[in-house]
């Protein structure tokens, strides 16, 4: 894809602070961080319209003991309306477990299906988390 140039106008002290920053986080230059910021704009947008096409991960560290938890997240992915792509679950210590799920489609959808997942009983700790696929 061609790239464009453009010139942006902003005060020293700004500029200065964003240089610095984009140093600390390891940007080769200050068109790639530009770049990143832009995707990250466009993904945040993405997510506020109501059907933004988004991927979405969700973690979720719960007790297997507490009755039913194991049984409520199965069924909220099998009738999840965004498409759940995978699920990887790891067995922390004797009581807790966490879960990684990777859900994609309409951003409403997967914000509802995080919401069910974290508020359900026995989850301890959840936390969605925001993407969606940019140029
Ligand atoms: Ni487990």
Known sequence: MPLERFGVSMNRELLQQLDQAIEEAGYANRSEAVRDMAR???????????????????????????????????????????????NTHVHLDHHNCIEVIVA?????????????????RGVKHGQLTRTAVQQ
């Open 104 to 120: 994609r489609g309409a951003a409403e959808q997967v914000r509802r299906l995080a919401d069910r997942m974290i508020s359900a």
């Open 40 to 86: 990250a704009f466009l993904v945040n947008r993405q997510w506020e319209a109501p059907d933004g096409e988004v991927v979405g991960t969700i973690t979720l560290v719960y007790d297997h003991h507490v009755p039913g938890v194991v049984a409520k997240l199965t069924a909220l992915q099998h009738d999840a309306e965004p498409t759940v792509i995978c």
